[in-house]
Nanobody, 124 residues
Framework: QVQLVESGGGLVQPGSSLRLSCAAS????????IGWFRQAPGKKREEIAC????????YWGDSMQGRFTISRDVAKNTVYLQMNNLEPEDTAVYYC?????????????????WGQGTQVTVSS
């Protein structure tokens, strides 16, 4: 059974950086795509970035590239989301999700596994 566990969220000031981690178990990342999503209260879920399993190809959500970086450590079975120069508008619950099919994960957004989410709050 696949499990995804996010960590690294917290309360930070504007302009700060955070690195979120998504640790996978029950699957190996070289055959499994992982994506990061976020949802703020009262807003639609946003797609941040996705990294495919076999080749590590990266796909970006609209307007997400620039301050955010997605990476993975296959040996540690973990995907990271580095977030720099955070703004109050980045406040949200951040989720990772995964599927063997990047299409199901990123285009259909019907992955077979979601993490529990980690709260990121950007406030002075």
């Amino acid at each position: 059974q696949v499990q995804l566990v996010e960590s690294g969220g917290g309360l930070v000031q504007p302009g700060s950086s955070l690195r979120l981690s998504c640790a996978a178990s029950g699957v190996t990342l070289d055959g499994y795509a992982i994506g990061w999503f976020r949802q703020a209260p009262g807003k639609k879920r946003e797609e941040i970035a996705c990294i495919s399993g076999s080749e590590g190809t990266i796909y970006w959500g609209d307007s997400m590239q620039g301050r955010f970086t997605i990476s993975r450590d296959v040996a540690k079975n973990t995907v990271y989301l580095q977030m720099n120069n955070l703004e109050p508008e980045d406040t949200a619950v951040y989720y990772c999700a995964g599927d063997r099919s990047p299409f199901r994960l990123w285009i259909l957004v019907t992955p077979d596994c979601w993490g529990q989410g980690t709260q990121v709050t950007v406030s002075s």
